[in-house]
């Protein structure tokens, strides 16, 4: 069973989170039997193509290659919107692309549901992401390196986030956060995968030049387990996600996360993680050290759950199921 992966990760791209989930997945089906993968192959006789992303070199690609294609909905319309300049016009292009493909995968039940919605008659199958467990574990050596890389003294608490720097992602939240909690560092790990297109891009950058010292912007790095390392506490406060995979690594790295209360987040991690609706609720979180520990303790358990090796096999069953093998 001859299987291609396909995902547009150049340049920037390469952090964004359906890169991520692609290279993680690719990861675990290469060491199992009965198939064979390529990496961003060239058209050729492939039995599938998996498409993580729908851009214009993914479609290319997709008009010149053979077999089944599938494509993973990482993104969807409905998390476009304070995202993306331009949202509306993009999403009306959703369901035409989808069309284009012989059957998606959903990764969350919201998701799903949305997908579902747009194209009722389009086959689609509900694989929710994974992570490795075996990467993303706590390192004391990396998260003392982070902390001294950015001054973080000895005994501060971290407040981490791991995003795009936009607003769907909540990062209004996270800035004013940061100014009611001087005696904390905030760290936002993230930066702008898709340039003056994203949404209010000249806005954000210029609160960046102007926030607290307790404010640290890192941008991209290669190793993002030292960062994870590195924090006490992980704020997820995005407005919407079709999963939220930093949430699932953070847990698997020990650490209590706080998270908006969305349906999504919700369906997905259930009681493991603290929800907040307004800020007020996330600074009382925050400052609960009490609590905090509890739900850190239960972190890592619960990342069992999604391991990366069951959503490997499930994609493995699909493949053969699509395949008639």
């Known amino acids: 069973m001859k299987i291609n992966f396909y995902v547009e990760d150049m340049l920037f791209f390469k952090y964004i989170g359906c890169a991520t989930v692609a290279k993680t997945l690719y990861g675990q089906l290469s060491t199992m039997d009965g198939i064979e993968l390529r990496w961003k192959g060239l058209p050729d006789n492939d039995d599938l193509v998996h498409y993580h992303t729908f851009g214009p070199f993914a479609l290319l690609h997709r008009r010149l290659?053979?077999?089944?294609?599938?494509?993973?909905?990482?993104?969807?319309?409905?998390?476009?919107?304070g995202n993306l300049a331009l949202a509306s016009r993009i999403n009306k292009h959703y369901p035409k692309i989808y069309r284009k493909f012989d059957h998606l995968v959903t990764i969350s039940r919201p998701c799903h549901e949305e997908v579902t919605e747009i194209l009722p008659e389009m086959p689609a199958t509900y694989i929710p992401n994974g992570v490795n467990r075996n990467y993303f574990r706590k390192d004391h050596e990396k998260g003392v390196v982070f902390r001294t890389l950015h001054g973080i003294p000895d005994g501060q608490d971290v407040v981490l986030s791991v995003a795009q720097l936009t607003p769907r992602k909540g990062l209004y939240d996270f800035l004013a956060l940061a100014n009611q909690h001087p005696d904390k560092t905030f760290v936002w790990m993230g930066g702008f995968p898709y340039g003056a297109l994203s949404k209010d891009w000249r806005r954000i950058r210029h609160l960046k030049r102007r926030c607290g010292?307790?404010?640290?912007?890192?941008?991209?790095?290669?190793?993002?387990?030292?960062?994870?390392?590195?924090?006490?506490?992980f704020l997820m406060p995005s407005f919407a996600e079709t999963f939220g995979l930093v949430i699932l690594e953070a847990l698997s790295c020990g650490l209590p996360v706080i998270a908006r209360d969305i349906p999504e987040f919700r369906d997905i991690f259930g009681d493991a993680v603290l929800y907040f609706g307004t800020r007020q609720e996330a600074t009382d979180l925050i400052q609960d050290k009490t609590l905090l520990s509890r739900y850190q303790s239960g972190a890592r358990p619960f990342s069992a759950g999604y391991d990366i090796r069951d959503s490997a096999q499930k994609h493995l069953e699909l493949y053969r199921e699509l395949l008639g093998t």
């Open 65 to 81: 290659s053979r077999g089944k294609k599938i494509l993973t909905a990482h993104s969807t319309p409905r998390i476009n919107v």
């Open 213 to 233: 010292e307790n404010l640290i912007f890192p941008g991209y790095i290669e190793d993002i387990v030292s960062a994870y390392s590195a924090a006490d506490i």
